[in-house]
């Protein structure tokens, strides 16, 4: 089981940063591909961003050149760095994790992820 905890959500102006913090609580980075998502009420959740044991990342077109997905290994942590925000990255973001390094170009799918956090509410004014 892994539980997870994003935090570091807020309300923006159109061009600024946010950087969202996922604490999990057991060590993840050798076993799990961990991922962020965001959904918009009455929308299916997007895939934003993905990291693999591997070190290798993935990124949704729209955020591309705009966020970075990281982690800290000895603190359990996954970060989203969310620069040059829009308003129509306004969403309640997820974090997400599942088992294995199987990496693939292309943004994650939610319904290959097994474990979830409960969200962060990210609003980007214009």
Do not use: H
């Amino acid at each position: 089981q892994v539980q997870l905890v994003e935090s570091g959500g807020g309300s923006v102006q159109a061009g600024g940063s946010l950087r969202l913090s996922c604490a999990a609580s057991r060590y993840t980075s050798s076993s799990y591909c961990m991922a962020w998502f965001r959904q918009v009420s009455g929308q299916e959740r997007e895939g934003v961003a993905v990291i693999c044991p591997s070190g290798r990342t993935s990124y949704a077109e729209s955020v591309k050149g705009r966020f970075t997905v990281s982690q800290d290994n000895a603190e359990n942590t996954l970060y989203l760095q969310m620069n040059s925000l829009k308003p129509e990255d306004t969403a309640m973001y997820y974090c997400a994790a599942r088992f294995g390094d199987n990496w693939y170009r292309g943004p994650p799918l939610a319904y290959q992820y097994n474990y979830w956090g409960q969200g962060t509410q990210v609003t980007v004014s214009s």
